[in-house]
């Protein structure tokens, strides 16, 4: 084995599966190590007087944080990635590198609610003005954008009801008008579509999902391009954004086997949604893979695949009769966040989160997280389900 790495040719399989450093560099072991640090002990003072040191301090990187900065970068074809302590604070701080007093945000009407917290709760104190506008919109989007637009951020599908949205378009339109672009791609995550090829400066992941894939942490990441990334390292650092190094290392662990999860999820997924598009009891299945979806054409035209978290809806029923179906799921946990090996369920209802748009399902949203299991059975438990829920 060589240390010359050929990535710009290589599959993502394999780039996954060899990314971060060579073995050479460390002993020869596979993995990198897991670099437990604040300190870093300098040579001289004149090394710590003009920081010249490879690494100058844990808050500001090591060979464990660099791997996995690394691998995202590549995988997401960015020019630099920074690692944040969650999901939500990748969003915190992409939105607060790309606004400021007398900044327009515009935000996509389905966003991750916490996502519409942080802009409602915090950017808005410190004088941004936040807009939110209907997923739906295309390229339409321009005739929303103001002298002061300073920044669009983008969810799709969203993670809660899944409307896909016209990104290359959107995107160009912004990019036109100097306005940065933030999209939050837990859902398809880089493998099934690539935001910085689309026109997308900061490209969002929630790691804690299909990056680390176990339900056993959480992280975030934000790639950006070249243009968006001075402002998001610097946000970064002033903040103090850190992460632990073991949280760092399983998360890269977790992405040797990316593709190849996404891969079962992306399938047991889609055989599932079709099984439920003909139950009597669903009115409504909200999955883009799926050719009645309204966002079908534009998931086929812009991604690869899908991953294993899509939404129902019920016909009307009573809470006692969701309770029954949900409950005694065998397989299918009550549980928020997704991403992991197992199957999870969720009820929420949208309404509380959408301003742009009225949320109008006759009967309840059921979120499924379908995981890595023998999908014969998580079909046999939700049959089951659905028959206590008109038993
Ligand atoms: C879970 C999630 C987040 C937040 O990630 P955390 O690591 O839980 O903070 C952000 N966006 C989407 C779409 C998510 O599903």
């Excluded at 695949?305 to 949900?326: K, V």
Aim: glycine share 10%; with cysteine.
């Amino acid at each position: 084995m060589t240390n010359e790495k050929p990535f710009g040719r290589a599959g993502l399989a394999t780039r996954l599966a060899h990314a971060g450093p060579a073995p050479s560099e460390y002993h020869g072991f596979v993995n990198p190590p897991v670099v437990h640090a604040s300190t870093v002990i300098y040579d001289s003072l004149n090394t710590a007087k003009n920081r010249t040191s490879r690494y100058m301090y844990g808050r500001t990187g090591t060979p464990t944080t660099e791997a996995l900065e690394d691998t995202v970068t590549d995988l997401e074809g960015a020019a630099g990635t920074v690692l944040t302590g969650s999901g939500l604070e990748a969003i915190s701080i992409a939105l607060m590198s790309c606004t400021q007093a007398g900044s327009h945000l515009l935000v996509a009407d389905n966003v991750y609610g916490p996502t519409r917290r942080f802009c409602d709760k915090v950017l808005t104190r410190f004088g941004v003005e936040v807009e939110y506008f209907d997923p739906a919109v295309g390229a339409e989007i321009d005739r929303l954008f103001r002298d002061t637009t300073s920044a669009l951020f983008l969810e799709a599908p969203g993670s809660l009801t899944f409307e896909m949205q016209d990104i290359p378009a959107m995107a160009g339109a912004a990019r036109s008008r100097g306005i940065t672009v933030a999209m939050d791609n837990t859902w398809a995550t880089p493998v099934y579509f690539r935001p910085l090829d689309h026109g997308v400066d900061l490209s969002i992941q929630a790691a804690t999902k299909y990056f680390a894939g176990h339900s056993d942490l959480l992280l975030g990441t934000v790639a950006a391009s070249e243009a968006a990334l001075p402002s998001l390292r610097e946000t970064r650092n002033n903040f103090g954004v850190n992460v632990g190094p073991d949280d760092v290392f399983n998360t890269l662990r977790g992405m040797r086997t990316l593709p190849l999860r996404l891969a079962r999820h992306f399938e047991s997924g889609v055989t599932i949604a079709r099984w439920l598009e003909t139950r009597p009891e669903v009115a409504r299945v909200r999955h883009p893979a799926l050719e009645s979806d309204p966002g079908h054409e534009i998931w086929k035209r812009d991604f690869s695949g899908a991953c294993g978290l899509f939404a129902i809806e019920l016909q009307p029923c009573t809470d006692a009769q969701l309770a029954a179906f949900i409950e005694g799921l065998a397989y299918f946990g009550i549980g928020a966040s997704w991403g992991g090996f197992e199957s999870l369920v969720l009820c929420p209802d949208p309404s509380s989160i959408r301003t742009a748009t009225n949320w109008d399902a006759a009967g309840p949203l059921v979120r499924l997280h379908v995981g890595l299991e023998d999908p014969e059975d998580l079909i046999a438990d939700l049959q089951a389900g659905l028959a206590r829920l008109v038993g």
